[in-house]
């Protein structure tokens, strides 16, 4: 069946350092990739996404690229800040599976200290 | 602005008690979900709604039950409550957008924490 995997965490980083965090996916069909955020204490929100290969997403400074040949949405950052510290879950959304459901990977915790 | 809201934030229940765990949306969301949460696993799809009067059941639906009466809310009932349903739940929800609902992002609520002793 179609999942997504991402590295494991945590991801320790000094502020200012760069950001790589992988994450591939097997799914039949065309799959619309995301990237989620999930703050402590609180829910997940949406942080970029894209839609069809070789979309960019982009938002707050963290960019992802769709890459149907290698499977991948790796997400990025040039210069992290403390503030990034978070859960990273990358994420597929399919139309006619389930809903619509999103199916995640397992979550990459990122600490990043001053 | 709401958006989705669940209740409570936290419980801590029984074994065998039973409890519902609220979520209502203000956008006029068709498509309304439950997940659950675990440490190092993701979340995992438990039920799901794509409108008014339907629901299914998704990836880990035992021992839960949901209705969807209205647009705005859909509940997650646990009947008996088991030290393995100890998680945090979300409820998300999202529109589809004409032609492809795939492109939506699904929003979610801060989460119940569930322990069951």
């Known amino acids: 069946g179609d999942s997504v995997t991402q590295m494991e965490g945590p991801v320790t980083l000094s502020e200012e350092a760069f950001l790589t965090i992988n994450c591939t996916y097997t799914?039949?069909?065309?799959?619309?990739l995301f990237w989620y955020v999930q703050y402590p204490g609180e829910g997940l929100q949406l942080l970029l996404k894209?839609?069809?290969?070789?979309d960019k997403g982009s938002n707050k400074g963290f960019e992802a690229t769709y890459r149907k040949e290698t499977t991948s949405f790796h997400l990025e950052k040039g210069s992290v800040q403390v503030s990034d510290s978070a859960v990273y879950f990358c994420a597929l959304r399919k139309t006619y599976n389930q809903g619509g459901k999103l199916i995640f990977g397992q979550g990459t915790e990122l600490s990043v200290k001053p | 602005n709401a958006g989705v809201t669940q209740t409570p934030k936290f419980r801590i229940l029984k074994i065998g008690q039973s409890m519902t765990l609220q979520c209502t949306q203000d956008m006029n969301h068709n498509y309304m979900y439950w997940y659950r949460q675990d440490p190092g696993m993701g979340l995992k799809l438990i039920y799901y709604?794509?409108?008014?009067?339907?629901?299914d059941k998704g990836e880990v639906p035992n021992g839960y039950n949901v209705s969807r009466s209205t647009t705005e809310d859909f509940p997650l009932r646990l009947e008996l409550a088991a030290p393995s349903q100890t998680s945090v739940y979300f409820c998300?929800?999202?529109?589809?957008?004409?032609?492809?609902?795939?492109?939506?992002?699904?929003?979610f609520g801060n989460g119940t924490r569930l322990t069951v002793t």
């Open positions: 894209a839609t069809k290969a070789d």
């Open positions: 709604s794509v409108g008014a009067g339907i629901t």
């Open positions: 998300a929800s999202s529109s589809p957008v004409a032609g492809s609902s795939n492109n939506s992002p699904l929003h």
């Open positions: 799914a039949t069909g065309y799959p619309s």
